[in-house]
C-alpha cells in the first residue's frame, strides 16, 4: 500500500524515482493529472493578461461613445479571399422606419484591416513605462469603422477592452487576498498547533466563530461601512482585506493539523533533541514536509476570493467605477432586459466561470501531488 | 442525549451573544447620530415631530453610554422587538416576519432538494467509478461548484426571458402577492419556489456529491464490504446497507456547514431575482444606512444559522453515538 508512487510517463527507468528529489516528485504526480495541466495555462494566460491589458485592449476602456451605444460585437473575418488578413467590415447608420432611432447595419462594401502593433490611446505599461502600442486595432479614424470584439455597453465604452483591464484588477484581489489570508493562516495556525494548550483553544474558538456565521450578509454589511468618499486604491485594498477574512481559516486549520502531526514525528523530534531552536526546527525540518499541502490550499482557496469580490461588486458594494472588475462589469448586467436586448454583457460572467474551475483543477492537481509518497492517485 | 446537547448549547449561546455585539457594531459603524440623519431627513419631508423624535431618543438609549445602547438594542431582540426601521418608519419587525418566514421556507426546500439529488448521484459516481455517468457528473459538479449563484440566476433569467418571454423572478404570480394565506397560494409558491431553488442547490449539491463519492470510495475497498459479499448479499441491498450508512457520516456532519453558504448565497440570488425573503430587504437597508434594520437582520440570519448548525448536531448524534459521547 504504501509503495511510492512510480511516474507512468517518466520513461528513463523507474530507478531514478528513488533518488529524485520531493520536488521532481511532486511534479511527476502533477503532470499526470491533465485536466490540472490545462487549469495551470489557463491560470497562466489569465495573469499574462493581466500583466499586459492595455496592450491587448483595443480601446479606451473609459472612453464613452454616445453614436455607439449597445452596439453587438463586431463580427471579424479572418480570410480576405483565401489569405488570412483579418478585417471587419464597416457600418453604416440607417434611420428605423417604425422606431424612427438611427440603427446600425453592416455595410459589405467597406472593409477595414485589422492591424498589429498599432498606436492607439496613450497608458503605461506596468504603471512604468509610456507608450501608446496596442496588439491590434483598425488604422483609421473612420467614425463608422467600428471594431468591437465584444460589443459596447450602455455608454458605447468597449466591453473588449474593459475586460482586459477587469481581468487585471478581479485576478490581483484574488491573490493578494489569498496572501493576507495565507499571511494569517501561517501565523494564526502555526500559533496554534505549535503551542497548543489556551492558546490552541482560543484560536479554534475563533475560527469555529467565524466559520459559522453567515458570511456575505455580514461582508455585506462590512463593505457597506466603507467610506464612500475614500480614493480609489482605499477602496481596493479595502475590498481585498474583507475578502481576504474569508479564507484564513481553512489555512488555518489545515497548518494547525499539519503542526499536530509532524510536531510528534519522529525527525522533528530528533532535531529538537539535537538542540535546533523552535524557529530552526519549524522552518528548515516541518515546514518543507507540508510547503506543498499549503500550496494546494492556497491555490483552491483562491476562487472564492474572486467570486467573493465579483458578488460584492455586482451588488454595488464592493468595488466601483471607475475600478474595472469582473463584478463592476457584471453588475451592468442586473437588469434582466439590458441583459436580453445585449447578451454580451453576461461574457464577463464567462472570466469568472473560466478562472474558478482553472484554479480548482490546478488546486485538485497540487493537492492530489501534494504528497508524493501516497500511494494512491 | 441531552448531555450532549447542552454541551452543544454551551457554545452557541456564548457565540449568538459574541454575534449581537458584532452586529450592534454594524448599527454604530456609520459616522454620527443615526437620528441626526432622521431629524434631516424628518425636516427635508416636512414631518418634523419634536415627540417623536424625543420618543427615539429615550427608546434607543441615545444619551447614555454604548453599552447602555448596546443593551437596549439587544434585550428588546430577546422579546421580538428589533428596533425601527427609519427608511420605512415601521418596526423592523413587522417588515421582517413574512420575509423570514419565506427565508427559512427556501433554505428548507433547498436543503431537501441538495441532499435529494446528492445522495443517489455521489452513490452512483462512486459505485459506478470512471464510468460515462460519473464522469458526466463530475464535470456537472465542477462546473456546480464554479458558477456563482447568482451568474447561474442571471443565466436563467435571460434564457427564461428571451426564448420563452417569461419573468421568472419573485416566489408568486401578481394576484397572490399581498394575499392571505391559502392553498391557491400555497400552490402557486409550489410553481415558483424551484427555480430558486435549483440555482441555490447546485453549489451544495455539487460539494456534496463529491464528499459523498470520496467517502463511499473509501469505505467501498474495505474488508466488511467483501465479507458481506462473499456471504450473498445481493449488491445494491449491501452497498445501502453498510458502506453508504458509513459515508453517510461526514455528510451528516458539513451539512451544518451548507446552512452558513446558503443563507449567503440566497442573499446575492434572492436580489437578483427580487425575491421576498430577508436578504434584499438587508441590501436595501445597508445602501440607506437604516442600521437598525440591517444590524437586526444580520443578527437573524446568524441566528438562523446556529439553529441549522445545532439541528445537523442533533441529526448527528442520533447517527453516531461516538459523537454523542464525546469521543
Redesign the interface.
Known amino acids: 500500500m504504501a509503495s511510492v508512487a512510480v511516474p507512468k510517463t517518466q520513461e528513463d527507468g523507474t530507478q531514478s524515482v528513488y533518488v529524485a528529489s520531493q520536488w521532481k516528485l511532486v511534479w511527476w504526480r502533477f503532470r499526470r493529472h491533465r485536466l490540472a495541466i490545462i487549469g495551470t495555462v489557463i491560470v497562466g494566460i489569465l495573469y499574462l493578461v493581466s500583466l499586459f491589458p492595455e496592450f491587448l485592449a483595443t480601446h479606451d476602456p473609459h472612453e464613452r461613445n454616445a453614436k455607439k451605444l449597445y452596439l453587438s460585437p463586431t463580427p471579424v473575418h479572418i480570410f480576405d479571399g483565401w489569405l488570412p488578413r483579418p478585417y471587419v467590415n464597416g457600418l453604416k447608420s440607417e434611420r428605423n422606419p417604425e422606431t424612427l432611432a438611427l440603427d446600425f447595419e453592416v455595410d459589405y462594401e467597406k472593409k477595414y484591416r485589422i492591424q498589429y502593433f498599432v498606436h492607439g490611446y496613450e497608458y503605461k505599461m506596468l504603471g512604468l513605462i509610456t507608450t501608446d502600442w496596442h496588439l491590434m486595432g483598425l488604422d483609421t479614424d473612420d467614425d463608422l469603422a467600428a471594431f468591437h470584439m465584444l460589443g459596447t455597453d450602455r455608454m458605447g465604452r468597449d466591453l473588449w477592452s474593459r475586460l482586459m483591464l477587469a481581468t487585471r484588477i478581479s485576478m490581483s484581489v484574488g491573490l493578494l487576498g489569498v496572501l493576507i489570508s495565507l499571511f494569517l493562516g501561517i501565523l494564526l495556525g502555526g500559533l496554534s498547533g505549535y503551542y497548543s494548550g489556551w492558546m490552541d483553544v482560543l484560536i479554534q474558538r475563533l475560527i469555529?466563530?467565524l466559520?459559522?456565521?453567515?458570511?456575505?450578509?455580514?461582508w455585506?454589511?462590512?463593505a457597506?461601512?466603507v467610506?464612500r468618499d475614500w480614493s480609489v486604491v482605499k477602496v481596493y485594498f479595502a475590498i481585498t482585506v474583507l475578502i481576504s477574512f474569508i479564507g484564513w481559516t481553512t489555512l488555518a486549520r489545515e497548518v494547525r493539523g499539519r503542526f499536530l502531526v509532524l510536531r510528534e514525528d519522529d525527525f522533528v523530534v530528533a532535531a529538537r533533541v539535537y538542540g535546533s531552536s523552535p524557529l530552526r526546527t519549524i522552518f528548515r525540518h516541518m515546514v518543507p514536509n507540508f510547503i506543498s499541502h499549503i500550496i494546494a490550499t492556497t491555490t483552491l482557496a483562491i476562487?472564492s476570493m474572486i467570486?467573493a469580490e465579483?458578488?460584492l461588486s455586482?451588488?454595488?458594494?464592493g468595488l466601483k467605477q471607475p475600478v474595472i472588475s469582473w463584478g463592476v462589469l457584471?453588475f451592468e448586467?442586473?437588469q434582466?432586459?439590458a441583459?436580453?436586448s445585449a447578451?454580451w454583457l453576461?461574457v464577463p460572467?464567462l472570466f469568472?466561470?473560466i478562472s474558478?474551475?482553472a484554479f480548482?483543477?490546478m488546486g485538485d492537481g497540487l493537492r492530489d501531488a501534494a504528497d508524493p509518497y501516497s500511494a494512491h492517485g | 442525549m441531552v448531555q450532549f446537547l447542552l454541551r452543544r448549547l454551551a457554545i452557541y449561546i456564548p457565540m449568538l451573544a459574541l454575534m449581537s455585539i458584532v452586529s450592534y457594531g454594524i448599527i454604530e459603524a456609520p459616522p454620527g447620530d443615526f437620528l441626526d440623519d432622521y431629524v434631516t431627513l424628518l425636516r427635508a419631508r416636512g414631518e418634523y415631530d419634536e415627540g417623536e423624535v424625543q420618543r427615539l431618543q429615550a427608546r434607543y438609549g441615545l444619551d447614555s453610554p454604548i453599552y447602555v445602547r448596546y443593551w437596549k438594542w439587544a434585550s428588546g431582540i430577546l422579546v421580538w422587538d428589533l428596533g425601527d426601521s427609519l427608511e420605512f418608519r415601521r418596526p423592523v419587525r413587522d417588515l421582517v416576519n413574512d420575509r423570514l418566514a419565506m427565508t427559512v421556507v427556501l433554505g428548507i426546500f433547498t436543503v431537501i432538494f441538495t441532499w435529494t439529488m446528492a445522495i443517489p448521484i455521489g452513490i452512483i459516481s462512486a459505485v459506478k467509478q470512471y464510468s460515462f455517468i460519473d464522469y458526466t457528473f463530475t464535470f456537472l459538479s465542477y462546473l456546480g461548484v464554479g458558477t456563482p449563484n447568482f451568474l447561474l440566476a442571471l443565466v436563467l433569467m435571460w434564457t427564461a426571458f428571451a426564448a420563452f418571454n417569461v419573468s421568472i423572478t419573485g416566489l408568486f404570480s401578481d394576484q397572490y402577492i399581498d394575499a392571505p394565506w391559502s392553498i391557491g397560494k400555497f400552490i402557486d409558491l409550489l410553481k415558483h419556489i424551484w427555480v430558486p431553488m435549483v440555482i441555490l442547490g447546485t453549489d451544495g449539491t455539487a460539494r456534496l456529491t463529491r464528499i459523498l463519492r470520496a467517502n463511499l470510495l473509501d469505505e467501498l475497498g474495505k474488508p466488511y464490504v467483501e465479507t458481506a459479499r462473499s456471504k450473498g448479499l445481493s449488491e445494491w441491498k449491501l452497498i445501502l446497507k453498510y458502506p453508504v450508512r458509513i459515508a453517510l457520516n461526514p455528510f451528516v456532519s458539513t451539512a451544518g456547514w451548507t446552512l452558513p453558504t446558503l443563507f449567503s448565497g440566497s442573499l446575492i440570488v434572492a436580489q437578483v431575482m427580487s425575491l421576498p425573503t430577508v436578504g434584499p430587504l438587508l441590501l436595501k437597508a445597508l445602501q440607506s444606512q437604516d442600521m437598525y434594520m440591517a444590524g437586526s437582520i444580520v443578527l437573524i440570519i446568524t441566528a438562523l444559522t446556529l439553529v441549522g448548525t445545532l439541528i445537523s448536531d442533533i441529526v448527528l448524534g442520533f447517527m453516531d453515538p461516538r459523537i454523542r459521547m464525546g469521543a
Open positions: 469555529e466563530f466559520r459559522s456565521i453567515p458570511t456575505i450578509p455580514l455585506i454589511a462590512l457597506a461601512a467610506p476562487p467570486i465579483t458578488s455586482f451588488l454595488g458594494l457584471l448586467a442586473q434582466i432586459r441583459v436580453a447578451p453576461l460572467g469568472v466561470l474558478v474551475l480548482n483543477f
